[in-house]
T-cell receptor, first 114, second 111 residues
Framework: GAVVSQHPSRVICKSGTSVKIECRSLDFQATTMFWYRQFPKQSLMLMATSNEGSKATYEQGVEKDKFLINHASLTLSTLTVTSAHPEDSSFYIC??????????FGQGTRLTVV | AQSVTQPDIHITVSEGASLELRCNYSYGATPYLFWYVQSPGQGLQLLLKYFSGDTLVQGIKGFEAEFKRSQSSFNLRKPSVHWSDAAEYFCAVGNDYKLSFGAGTTVTVRA
């Protein structure tokens, strides 16, 4: 199956700094990628839809200035958590639409803000 | 609005026993339904999906699920669990891969 790679898998940053998470489709092109957030022992919540070459579409309640999404190529979407605070600590997962019947998830990024 | 309910937060099952995970959904049209498995600290792996056609869907790792429109359910089953099946299982509904997930069911397998 197709592979979606997220980097880094874990990151610890200081409060107030920004962190960039990359989501790459390694062997297919993805015009649409999705970013999810997962709190401990909870489900995944869709944050935004990332469209190649256009602005991301954010779900209600998600701060677009806080979570910057860029989808500059057909194989790469990035999520930047700006001015991170401890409450932004979470597990972030991306998925990429690989065709009409399949979406593939990355392995996730554990963000800890101290 | 679309939503998914997984009534069981945690299930413990003996190795070799059968497993059934419940999933109920709410969706305004014909749903696309998915089951994913997540190991600790990992991403999600697709077990199976239903778009249309045969309501009994076969997936990977010996899992199957049955779509019952009248009950708005998409329950996941496995006849004989292995210790490696211990994980978190998520049911999801959506279209165009914009998915709504259930809260998840944690499966513990005892020897």
């Amino acid at each position: 199956g197709a592979v979606v790679s997220q980097h880094p898998s874990r990151v610890i940053c200081k409060s107030g700094t920004s962190v960039k998470i990359e989501c790459r489709s390694l062997d297919f092109q993805a015009t649409t990628m999705f970013w999810y957030r997962q709190f401990p022992k909870q489900s995944l919540m869709l944050m935004a839809t990332s469209n190649e070459g256009s602005k991301a579409t954010y779900e209600q309640g998600v701060e677009k200035d806080k979570f910057l999404i860029n989808h500059a190529s057909l194989t790469l979407s990035t999520l930047t958590v700006t001015s991170a605070h401890p409450e932004d600590s979470s597990f972030y997962i991306c998925s990429a639409r690989g065709g009409p019947t399949e979406a593939f998830f990355g392995q996730g990024t554990r963000l800890t803000v101290v | 609005a679309q939503s998914v309910t997984q009534p069981d937060i945690h299930i413990t099952v003996s190795e070799g026993a059968s497993l059934e995970l419940r999933c109920n959904y709410s969706y305004g049209a014909t749903p696309y339904l998915f089951w994913y498995v997540q190991s600790p600290g990992q991403g999600l792996q697709l077990l199976l999906k239903y778009f249309s056609g045969d309501t009994l869907v076969q997936g990977i790792k010996g899992f199957e699920a049955e779509f019952k429109r009248s009950q708005s359910s998409f329950n996941l089953r496995k006849p004989s669990v292995h210790w490696s099946d211990a994980a978190e299982y998520f049911c999801a509904v959506g279209n165009d891969y914009k998915l709504s997930f259930g809260a998840g069911t944690t499966v513990t397998v005892r020897a």
